[in-house]
């Protein structure tokens, strides 16, 4: 829910929400005719100046990112914030608005998201693995470092299905346009071996290992994977 108050220009609350409440801890009876300060002491020297300059300059602060603990005190918030001026209708400015949508469950949920991918791009550094995605919606091409530097790019190159073909071995192209091919068509490929070729004329075995994901109608969608430098391993065989 959205949290919402009302507080005139000596920063005192004339109306605040339920849910306002809640995120504060203070019941919604105990907020009115008290200060920020009263209120929220901790908050205060950071809300007041935020405060001040939507009256001075009437003008809207939107979508501002706040974070912070209120209550309980150990619960770290984030909240997208709006402040803007209530005036009467000759222009007068007579307080401050103040709207705020609680985002601690997406921002979270962000973060997991971000230490999963750290962790994984550690382990997969660690394994000396490359990792690719290939969004066939969009027909973007997404490799790591380590998987450039298997196919001996350098780790700036922007990567696309062409840059990806060019850099196999021209006999073992017609292989992978086979299996793209395949994947298309719902045929399943989960490992295969081929080799690239370096544009120094070095050739390394490469060892893929993926997935793919279909729409409802079966149609690709994405496919990702990882990738391993088997050439000492083919050179023993």
Same mark, same amino acid.
């Given at each position: 829910?959205?949290?919402?108050?009302?507080?005139?220009?000596?920063?005192?609350?004339?109306?605040?929400?339920?849910?306002? !409440?809640?995120?504060?801890? @203070?019941? !919604?009876?105990?907020?009115?005719?008290?200060?920020?300060?009263?209120?929220?002491?901790?908050?205060?020297?950071? @809300?007041?100046?935020?405060?001040?300059?939507?009256?001075?300059?009437?003008?809207?602060?939107?979508?501002?990112?706040?974070?912070?603990?209120?209550?309980?005190?150990?619960?770290?918030?984030?909240?997208?914030?709006?402040?803007?001026?209530?005036? &009467?209708?000759?222009?007068?400015?007579?307080?401050?608005? *103040?709207?705020?949508?609680?985002? =601690?469950?997406?921002?979270?949920?962000?973060?997991?998201?971000?230490?999963?991918?750290?962790?994984?791009? &550690?382990?997969?550094?660690?394994?000396?693995?490359?990792?690719?995605?290939?969004?066939?919606? $969009?027909? =973007?091409?997404?490799? =790591?470092?380590?998987?450039?530097?298997?196919?001996?790019?350098?780790?700036? =190159?922007?990567?696309?299905?062409? *840059?990806?073909?060019? !850099?196999?071995?021209?006999?073992?192209?017609? &292989? @992978?346009? !086979?299996?793209?091919?395949?994947?298309?068509?719902?045929?399943?490929? $989960?490992?295969?071996?081929?080799?690239?070729?370096?544009?120094?004329?070095?050739?390394?075995?490469?060892?893929?290992?993926?997935?793919?994901?279909?729409?409802?109608?079966?149609?690709? *969608?994405?496919?990702?994977?990882?990738?391993?430098?088997?050439?000492?391993?083919?050179?023993?065989?």
């Amino acid at each position: 829910p959205m949290a919402m108050a009302f507080l005139d220009r000596d920063w005192r609350y004339v109306y605040t929400n339920d849910a306002l !409440a809640t995120v504060n801890g @203070i019941p !919604a009876s105990e907020h009115l005719g008290r200060t920020v300060r009263e209120v929220l002491p901790a908050w205060a020297p950071l @809300i007041e100046p935020i405060f001040q300059q939507v009256v001075d300059t009437k003008t809207s602060l939107l979508n501002q990112e706040v974070v912070g603990a209120t209550h309980p005190a150990d619960l770290m918030r984030y909240g997208l914030v709006n402040y803007f001026p209530v005036c &009467l209708s000759d222009g007068e400015v007579i307080g401050v608005g *103040v709207s705020s949508l609680d985002i =601690t469950d997406r921002k979270q949920a962000e973060m997991a998201v971000r230490d999963a991918e750290a962790q994984l791009r &550690l382990a997969t550094e660690g394994a000396n693995l490359g990792m690719w995605y290939w969004d066939v919606t $969009t027909d =973007t091409l997404t490799w =790591t470092d380590r998987a450039k530097a298997m196919f001996g790019l350098p780790v700036d =190159t922007e990567m696309s299905m062409q *840059v990806f073909l060019e !850099a196999v071995h021209p006999d073992d192209r017609a &292989l @992978i346009q !086979a299996i793209v091919s395949d994947l298309q068509a719902g045929i399943t490929h $989960t490992e295969n071996e081929y080799r690239t070729q370096w544009s120094d004329g070095t050739v390394r075995w490469i060892l893929a290992r993926g997935n793919f994901t279909c729409d409802a109608a079966g149609n690709l *969608v994405s496919t990702r994977g990882v990738l391993m430098d088997i050439t000492d391993r083919k050179q023993v065989e």
